[in-house]
């Protein structure tokens, strides 16, 4: 699940880092096009034998969490197994991750909805999208476009994307953060 804002408004902003993120995969995986299923986009990948669905919220990044809805109609679906939510992180270097089995939100508005539905048992992938300047706002550091070397660190982060996310599905959370975290 990738975090964003819907909107060309937000489109290239740093907030929206999740839905490039899921974008990535979905290209990478030769997922198709994401199509709209209530609150979310949406599209299916298959991924070394193994079914993954894809979501990017339409929701503003503080609700979130109603993207996740039908899932847990779901008996099958263990979010501290089977959900990964991606989003920004302004508080590490653009083009640096961070995977985790759990923790708290650290003040991102869209994990504090996710885990006011599920609680904080679910992976999160953290991508460094800079850290505001001195004096600047972090809800105007996050609403605003990156600058070219940050962007460039983002992107190239993003292609290794499908390798780092394909571990935490085959491999599981602490292998995948042993390989990649940095």
């Given amino acids: 699940m990738g975090l964003g804002n819907p909107g060309a408004r937000y489109d290239a902003t740093r907030h929206n880092v999740g ?11 030769n997922a ?6 209530g609150p979310a986009l949406r599209c299916e990948a298959r991924v070394d034998g193994e ?8 929701t503003y990044m503080n609700r979130s969490a109603a993207a996740l809805a039908p899932f ?3 008996d099958r679906f263990e979010p501290s197994e089977d959900l990964l939510v991606i989003v920004d ?6 083009g640096r991750l961070r995977l985790r089995p759990g923790g708290s939100a650290g003040g991102h508005n869209g994990l504090k909805s996710i885990e ?40 190239a982060l993003l292609a290794e994307l499908p390798e780092v996310v394909a571990a935490w599905i085959h491999e599981g959370v602490r ?3 042993n390989r990649f975290n940095r």
Avoid: C, H
């Avoid at 198709?32 to 299923?37: A, K, L, M, P, Q």
């Avoid at 079914?51 to 339409?58: F, G, Q, S």
């Fill in 89 to 94: 992180d302004a508080t590490r270097d653009a």
């Fill in 72 to 74: 847990l109609r779901d």
């Fill in 175 to 177: 292998e995948a953060m």
């Fill in 116 to 155: 006011g539905l599920v609680g904080r048992d679910f992976a999160r992938l953290r991508i460094g999208v800079g850290t505001p300047p001195q004096g600047t706002d972090l809800v105007d550091w996050v609403l605003s476009p990156m600058n070219a070397d940050d962007e460039e660190s983002v992107l």
């Fill in 51 to 58: 079914a993954v669905t894809l979501l990017k919220p339409l």
């Fill in 19 to 29: 839905w490039w993120a899921a974008d990535r995969l979905a290209y990478d995986w």
């Fill in 32 to 37: 198709g096009s994401f199509r709209e299923e």
